[in-house]
């Protein structure tokens, strides 16, 4: 017989915990789902430029400077005006076109993605915009949070080296009074060094032990497809992982627009032969489908004494709510659970 839907939510377990990566699809996914508030548009690398207003800056760059993906064009204007006056524009513009987006008031992907994972669990991110560290602050009250980190800087958090400490950007510690300073966000592709700043190499020391740990038996990659200019980045996480023959037991979930074959070949150093799921939307995870029950679902297919056992019956997150705090309420089973 297989497990109910009341039978899922009601077992936990501690320990096996979900690591989420998301790259720019998963922010790009959310406004199109739910638009930015005021309107505005998440840029790919290829329309970076365009979307964010650095053209009057760019035609004036000389030929072997220009690129058609910003983070190339950037780095080669790096190595050639490291320190220009067009180097500090840029930098400036990115930052205020990103700090200004905010999340809608509806529920977005990004509420999903925080409500459905638990404390033993971990997102990783590589985007600048605020919306995961909005949906965080506006989620945190109704439920423990997740664990995350920033891996290229944000927009919203700020680090105080002497505390050595990450806030809200911009803001004060209450106990040092110290400010959090703002976290750089742009590098050169080809200087990616990530010890080279303290809070990028915090940050990317907690993203390496939690790949390494054998508790994390869940890797949900959402929205990022490993591209060419992250080569330091894909390095770190292949050392950190182990290998595909070493992690046989793990199950990855791959959520793009990608097509299934060309992202699977990406991913194939860290998947193990056949344990990975794949789907287009978030909707079509394991997250939206057994939420703040992931490891307890993958630990139920070690336990069933026949193989009929092994099927647990989904308890889907709603997709048709349209406050947060209707979402909150068909959360809060879950949740209740837990604190019992």
């Not at 915990?17 to 005021?38: D, Q, W």
């Not at 905010?102 to 999903?112: A, G, N, S, W």
Request: negative net charge; contains cysteine; glycine residues 6%.
């Amino acid at each position: 017989m297989k497990m109910t839907r009341e039978e899922g939510i009601n077992k936990t377990f501690p320990g096996i915990s979900h690591l989420v990566i998301l790259g720019a699809g998963a922010s790009i996914a959310s406004t199109m789902r739910n638009p930015e508030k005021n309107g505005k548009e998440l840029p790919s690398m290829n329309n970076f430029i365009d979307v964010v207003g650095l053209n009057d800056i760019i035609e004036e760059l000389p030929d072997e400077v220009q690129d058609d993906n910003f983070e190339k064009l950037y780095s080669n204007l790096h190595a050639e005006k490291p320190k220009s006056d067009e180097i500090k524009e840029v930098q400036r513009r990115v930052r205020d076109y990103f700090s200004d987006m905010e999340l809608p008031d509806e529920p977005t992907i990004y509420d999903y993605l925080i409500l459905s994972l638990r404390p033993k669990d971990f997102i990783a991110t590589f985007n600048w915009d605020p919306f995961l560290y909005q949906a965080f602050c506006r989620n945190m009250d109704k439920a423990p949070m997740p664990h995350i980190c920033f891996l290229h800087g944000n927009v919203a958090i700020g680090y105080s080296d002497e505390d050595d400490k990450t806030g809200p950007s911009g803001m004060y510690s209450k106990r040092t009074g110290n400010q959090f300073e703002p976290t750089k966000l742009l590098y050169p592709v080809a200087e990616k060094n990530y010890n080279n700043d303290q809070f990028i190499s915090r940050e990317w020391n907690r993203f390496r032990t939690r790949l390494e740990s054998d508790d994390t038996k869940r890797v949900t990659i959402f929205g990022y497809g490993a591209p060419d200019t992250d080569v330091e980045a894909i390095d770190i996480m292949k050392e950190a992982w182990g290998g595909a023959e070493e992690r046989n037991m793990e199950q990855f979930e791959l959520i793009n627009v990608i097509e299934k074959g060309e992202l699977r070949e990406t991913w194939d150093d860290f998947i193990h032969t056949h344990h990975y799921d794949y789907g287009k939307s978030f909707f079509d995870s394991i997250l939206a489908k057994y939420p703040r029950r992931t490891g307890e679902r993958y630990m139920h297919q070690f336990l069933p004494t026949t193989p009929a056992e092994a099927f647990q019956e989904p308890f889907p997150v709603p997709q048709d709510v349209d406050t947060l705090e209707e979402l909150w309420d068909w959360y809060e089973p879950l949740f209740e659970v837990e604190r019992a």
